[in-house]
């Protein structure tokens, strides 16, 4: 089995390709981190500001830091905020998705309008007045958990549709007839059916949230002592490296949060392949 998804995934070039480029930043900022570490590393001249060379592959920015053990270390840390808040935000809209769509009735009602107001509030606002409340308790986890406190909301919507569908099928009709209860035939039926979509929802919505730690980071509402790669951008912006020509400091962050963005991207749509009928090749 495990040899036809080699070959599936050779075949699906998106999936592949995704893959690759993710596991290959996740290895680059691993093996980096064991290289340098960010703490004590410091450029080897008097000079603060560096532009890159073998000692300094990245460069060094106006706080003497070695620019490539802040970017291992912010990959690291970004993609950690990704992950819990993106894992929290799935489990819960996924939550609210099957009880919603499989029960119907008042309890759909309730639970769609909820998530229909939800979607119209700009959500950025809402991360921006929740991390000034939370300002001075402000942690990488933390930060996390206020991103993931509005990241269920499209993966709710998106999940119901699915789930809509799925409970109208004979084989789940079967079920009920059988005498299974409603949570059983929920994560007995449903939900092995949706996996390959709820992977994909989980891979949008890690994306989703990478992007707005970074928005969060870049406005100075992150957390200043955490070197993510939106805190870099933020020093970057403070400091104008960008006017006074000092590449090197933004070109680093911004490429690899393209890499990790094209990733994810590519992952999605081969787990759509998955996930389609209409798209689904034979394994």
């Known amino acids: ?3 036809r998804w080699l070959n599936y995934i050779g075949r699906n070039r998106e999936l592949g390709v995704g893959l690759a480029l993710l596991f290959g930043m996740i290895a680059f900022a691993v093996i980096g981190g064991l290289i340098v570490d960010p703490q004590n590393a410091r450029p080897l001249s008097a000079r603060v500001l560096q532009p890159p060379s073998w000692v300094l592959p990245f460069g ?9 053990a802040v970017i291992t270390t912010g990959t690291l840390l970004t993609l950690r905020i990704g992950l819990i808040a993106g894992i929290l935000g799935v489990s819960v809209g996924a939550a609210v998705a099957f009880v919603a769509a499989y029960y119907g009735g008042w309890v759909d009602s309730i639970l769609r309008s909820i998530v229909d107001v939800g979607l119209t509030v700009p959500n950025l606002m809402i991360l921006i007045v929740v991390a000034l409340t939370i300002r001075q ?3 990488v986890n933390v930060m996390a958990l206020v991103i993931a406190s509005l990241a269920w909301l499209y993966p709710a919507r998106t999940i119901r549709s699915q789930v809509l569908t799925l409970r109208e099928r004979a084989y789940v009709q079967m079920a009920r007839l059988s005498g299974t209860s409603g949570p059983g035939i929920m994560f007995k039926e449903l939900m092995p ?3 390959p979509y709820l992977m994909a929802s989980l891979v949008g919505s890690v994306s989703a949230a990478i992007l707005a730690s970074i928005g969060l980071d870049v406005l100075g509402l992150g957390v200043f002592e955490a070197p993510t790669l939106g805190m870099t951008l933020y020093w970057v912006n403070f400091t104008g ?3 006074n020509g000092w590449w090197w400091w ?7 949060v393209g890499i990790l963005c094209i990733a994810l991207f590519l992952i999605s749509i081969g787990l759509d392949e998955i996930a389609n ?6 394994v």
């Open 250 to 256: 933004w070109l680093a962050p911004i490429v690899v």
């Open 137 to 139: 308790g402000m942690t």
């Open 193 to 195: 059916n949706l996996l």
């Open 277 to 282: 009928p209409r798209l689904r090749r034979q």
């Open 1 to 3: 089995m495990s040899l």
């Open 60 to 68: 060094s920015d106006r706080q003497g830091r070695n620019l490539f």
């Open 241 to 243: 490296a960008v006017i």
